[in-house]
């Protein structure tokens, strides 16, 4: 675990608490059985504003509490742990990103206060395919007025502001503009994905960020992504070995198996390279270091297989019960494979790796 | 049954695929060439169309849904080689077996061996005709890998047990008509104090109940005993001698299982090809994803390997006689390898393979999702993992249980 401020601290236990008590699995299985629109519960996310989650990477002029990549990482690693179904990964930081990095002075206060508020949901919309390639864009953007489609965007349903991907750089597109349209796409996890055309909708490009903008917005998204990530995995663990302990067959319970043990101790130590290649993701975010991008593909690659691995141990470990939609392991299984595959699977993110090493 | 003197073995055989072909010709409705209906114990009853009532009836009758088992009791009454025939025979006229379930993969060939006369005469003839569904109660709450655990008590009231307790993976239990099931009638022995039982689905106190899986689809339920009256006819073998009896019953499902189970069942497009229509192909032909690529190219060498080994297996068994060793690793290489290919799925096709329901994804995409979570249930499921690991560092290679 990252040295925290006593700040970062306060927030990480605030987080804690509230998703324990406030917004269990259970609140997600609620939003799952009722098929919310969105993808999550709009006055969750309203409550989650109001304690200043959306607004903690952006600067106090605009509403937010400047408190860095390392804060919301600690946020998103408790909502993680909850399944809480929230845009807070798309909107506060993936758009929120994209605004700071990219944004005039004019579109940042225009917008970034509105994320900060929960007023409306920003999130980026960057694939044509099912797999992640942001190379590959077919959008034309003319007078201003941007044509194509995006697949799988993550709470596309639900958003206000889209920060959408063209060959010649990246553009803000109002979810109001009557050149939207959405479809709900029905995925594993239940949340809010959508395919988006945009037909002639007005775009304002973001000049600012330089020729690789899209590559640093993306970057940051793949560590907050990450991070999600490092929450499910830690409490598939916990539950996983709280269930080992104290399933009796054979007249032992399981955790005194061996072979179940070494098991668990190999997830251990796979999950502990996993916090500390999300929180040297985050640090490099917040210290703005030169070698952010490579620390973002460390990060969801490493992320994307220890989530992998620990989810498939976690039903296998939990044996028949795991397998029932009564219990909740199983939605962690589910969701795990959305994020591995949202903005960059690990073997997309090795071979970065290894072009960004120059081999 | 009237067959030709048996001058050669060849004549007699030649005879036989005759007569096969001839009343495959005058009995399978050709409405039906193609169908399959290997998942229909798992699905539930389908509503059954009146050409395929009359081929179920038409087989029944013959009794060649159960080729090898005694005529006496409605069966085919086939030596293995005129049922190997009659099996080639279907196929080439795109025929399937309609006599199906647990009754004919489990049960039935347990109470040839195990039941009376009368028990035998009363349930296997139905069986043979496809009537009678039939459900396994083994699992409970607290018996899984350790099935011998079992609590569900059967109280001996003289002519008949009241049972009381709890099951759980009861498959198909909410179309079953009867249940074969392992049942305590004796509390201070752990194996010899269970009992192999028949009790009816809709019998006073049985309740049954869909357990919902990740996968959305509900294939078992929990199953409920309150005080229900179990004749004591109904019980196979003797009091105590139900942990025999339903081990040998889990043979057969083992059997089942590794030999074409439906995870591990060999889809009609191969992974590579799939691949290629999904992530396309670089200016050599390669697959445009080189990670992706060695993936899948292990994966299928590891398959064939796999396969290999199966008929290995079936080789070994035929000229020895017995069951080799080697056997004992195919459910778990089997299953393993099943989840391997559903995990490869979902990195081909991408967000494409986790699609749930609606629109957006091709049937074949959605059902591909719910295959790789159903899929999970394999490793658990008919001995897990686990326990076949166990048997075969204990039992083959005869490594110290380590209590």
């Known amino acids: 675990m990252a040295i925290l401020s006593e700040e970062q601290t306060m927030l990480r236990d605030m987080a804690r608490e509230w998703t324990k008590k406030e917004n269990p699995v259970g609140a997600f299985r609620k939003v799952r059985d009722e098929k919310l629109d969105a993808g999550y519960e709009p006055a969750v996310y309203a409550q989650m504003a109001e304690m200043g989650w959306a607004g903690v990477i952006i600067p106090e002029e605009q509403g937010g509490s400047d408190f860095g990549y390392m804060s919301l990482g600690l946020v998103l690693e408790e909502t993680g742990r909850s399944l809480t179904a929230s845009p807070l990964l798309a909107s506060a930081l993936g758009a929120a990103s994209a605004l700071i990095l990219g944004g005039s002075d004019d579109q940042k206060s225009h917008w970034l206060p509105k994320i900060a508020s929960g007023e409306i949901v920003g999130t980026l919309a960057v694939d044509e395919g099912p797999r992640h390639n942001p190379a590959k864009t077919e959008v034309s953007v003319s007078g201003g007025k941007l044509s194509g489609t995006k697949t799988f965007v993550p709470e596309g349903m639900s958003a206000g502001l889209f920060i959408v991907s063209a060959a010649d750089g990246v553009y803000l597109v109002d979810g109001a503009d009557g050149g939207v349209s959405r479809s709900d796409r029905s995925m594993v996890d239940q949340r809010g994905w959508a395919e988006v055309t945009f037909d002639g909708a007005a775009a304002q490009k973001l000049e600012g960020g330089g020729d690789d903008l899209l590559d640093q917005i993306l970057d940051r998204a793949r560590i907050g992504a990450a991070a999600e990530m490092l929450g499910m995995a830690s409490q598939a663990f916990d539950v996983t070995l709280a269930y080992l302990k104290q399933r009796v067959q054979f007249n032992q319970v399981l955790s005194s198996f061996q072979a179940l043990q070494h098991r668990m101790a190999d997830l251990f130590g796979e999950i502990e390279l996993m916090r500390s290649a999300v929180e040297n993701g985050l640090t490099a975010l917040d210290d703005k270091r030169g070698d952010i991008a490579m620390a973002a593909s460390q990060a969801k690659a490493v992320a994307n297989d220890a989530i992998h691995h620990m989810s498939k141990e976690a039903v296998q470990l939990h044996g028949g019960i795991g397998m029932t939609d009564e219990y909740d392991i199983g939605f962690y299984l589910k969701r795990a494979r959305t994020l591995e595959q949202l903005w960059g699977s690990s073997a997309f993110h090795r071979e970065r790796f290894a072009r960004l090493n120059d081999y | ?403």
């Open chain 2, 1 to 403: 049954m009237a067959s030709a003197p048996a001058d050669t073995a060849q004549s007699d055989s030649d005879t036989f695929r005759a007569e096969v072909r001839q009343w495959l010709e005058a009995n399978f409705p050709a409405s039906l060439k193609g169908n399959d209906n290997s998942l229909s114990s798992v699905e539930g009853p389908t509503d059954e169309s009146a050409d395929e009532k009359a081929w179920r009836e038409a087989v029944g009758a013959k009794g060649w849904g159960t080729p090898t088992w005694p005529k006496e009791y409605g069966g085919g009454g086939l030596s293995r080689e005129q049922a190997k025939i009659l099996n080639q025979e279907m196929s080439r006229a795109q025929a399937y077996n309609p006599i199906g379930g647990m009754g004919v993969m489990m049960f039935g060939p347990t109470l040839l061996e195990y039941g009376s006369e009368a028990q035998k005469k009363e349930h296997i003839p139905p069986i043979t005709r496809g009537e009678i569904r039939w459900c396994q109660g083994y699992s409970e709450p607290n018996a899984g890998s350790d099935l011998a655990n079992i609590q569900t008590f059967g109280e001996d009231k003289g002519d008949h047990y009241v049972v009381n307790g709890q099951k759980t993976w009861t498959s198909g239990g909410q179309w079953a008509d009867k249940c074969f099931a392992l049942v305590r009638t004796d509390k201070s022995h752990k194996h010899e104090g269970i009992s192999f039982m028949l009790i009816d689905m809709d019998a006073e106190g049985v309740d049954v109940k869909p357990i919902r899986m990740i996968s959305g689809m509900s294939p078992f339920c929990e199953t409920f005993f309150t005080n229900v009256k179990v004749p004591k006819e109904n019980l196979v073998g003797k009091e105590g001698q139900g942990w025999t009896i339903g081990k040998r019953l889990l043979q057969h499902e083992r059997t089942n299982l590794s030999g074409g189970g439906s995870a591990i069942r060999m889809p009609s497009m191969p992974l590579h090809a799939m691949a290629k229509t999904y992530v396309g192909v670089n200016d050599n032909g390669e697959l445009d994803d080189g990670e992706l690529r060695t993936k899948i190219s292990d994966f299928e060498m590891q398959w064939r390997s796999f396969l290999g080994t199966a008929m290995r297996v079936q080789a070994e068994a035929k000229t020895t006689g017995g069951v080799s060793e080697v056997s004992s690793i195919l459910k778990k290489v089997g299953t393993k390898l099943g989840q391997q290919r559903a995990e490869l799925m979902i990195e081909i096709m991408g967000m494409k393979g986790l699609g749930w329901e609606g629109e957006g994804f091709s049937d074949e995409e959605l059902r591909s999702t719910r295959t790789w979570l159903f899929g999970k249930a394999t490793t658990i499921y008919g001995g897990s993992t686990e326990v076949q690991n166990n048997i075969i560092s204990k039992r083959i290679l005869g490594m110290l249980d380590h209590q």
